[in-house]
């Protein structure tokens, strides 16, 4: 069966800090996707990033870069010089590859960045 | 372009009631599909359509359904309504193809309240 864990529930950092949301999955497929969404307080998933299964390289993209660890299973994603309009929920997500769009989510990290 | 749109964007409804939600994907995306997300939690998986088939459903009960149009936008429908269907619906749209490694779009939600 295919789990995402998103173990912190919360956090909190001042303006400027660096900060890294984790995310561990498990599945079987041996050809998968992984995402993350940005989910602000109005509702609507933005979504981030996505990444293939069958490639490791990690990217940076502005001020988000993600760590891809096939051996351990996760998928971390960080925020350098964080602002006060990245506090949201982010969500860490899962789909295996093919016709169906069915994505297995965690439950969220809850990002406060303080003035 | 315009993104995914969804309404209504609150409603409220009785136990027992039945609700239909709407969406219109993004020009030219042809699959839609649909998530439950219960406050505190992950979206979770409802359907998938693509091209007016069902391609995947989730954990659901039988109260639960939807449809794809010939223009691409769904419904979908509950009957029966219990206070633990009060939850943010979620519609997604996609356009399958290996370049978009099947990310999908999501609309602001439909926020339900059953009282």
């Known amino acids: ?6 173990a ?17 999955y498990e599945t079987r497929d041996t050809t ?17 990033i ?9 990217e940076i993209s502005g001020r988000y870069s993600w760590n891809f660890q096939k051996s ?17 929920v982010y969500f860490c997500a899962l789909s295996e590859a093919g016709g169906t769009y069915k994505y297995i989510f965690g439950t969220g990290t809850r990002l406060k960045v303080l003035a | 372009d315009a993104g995914v749109t969804q309404s209504p964007t609150h409603l409220i409804k009785t136990r ?12 030219g995306h042809k699959s839609v599909s649909w998530y439950q997300q219960v406050l505190g939690q992950g979206p979770q ?14 954990n659901f009960p039988d109260r639960f359904s939807a449809r794809q149009f010939p223009n691409y936008s769904s419904e979908l429908n509950v009957n029966a309504l ?12 996609s356009l399958p193809g290996q370049k978009t490694g099947n990310t999908i779009y999501f609309g602001e939600g439909s926020w339900l309240t059953v009282v």
């Open chain 1, 1 to 6: 069966a295919q789990k995402v864990t998103q």
């Open chain 1, 8 to 24: 912190q529930t919360e956090i909190s950092v001042v303006e400027k800090e660096d900060v890294t949301l984790d995310c561990v």
């Open chain 1, 32 to 48: 998968y996707y992984l995402f993350w969404y940005k989910q602000p307080p109005s509702g609507e998933l933005v979504f981030l």
């Open chain 1, 50 to 58: 996505r990444r293939n299964s069958f490639d490791e390289q990690n």
């Open chain 1, 72 to 88: 351990t299973s996760s998928f971390n994603f960080t925020i350098t010089a964080s602002q006060v309009v990245d506090s949201a």
């Open chain 2, 16 to 27: 027992g009631q039945q609700v239909t939600l709407r969406c219109s994907p993004i020009s």
């Open chain 2, 45 to 58: 998986f409802i359907f998938q359509y693509y091209e007016k088939e069902e391609r995947g459903r989730g």
């Open chain 2, 82 to 93: 219990l206070l633990g269907d009060s939850a943010l619906y979620l519609c997604a749209s």
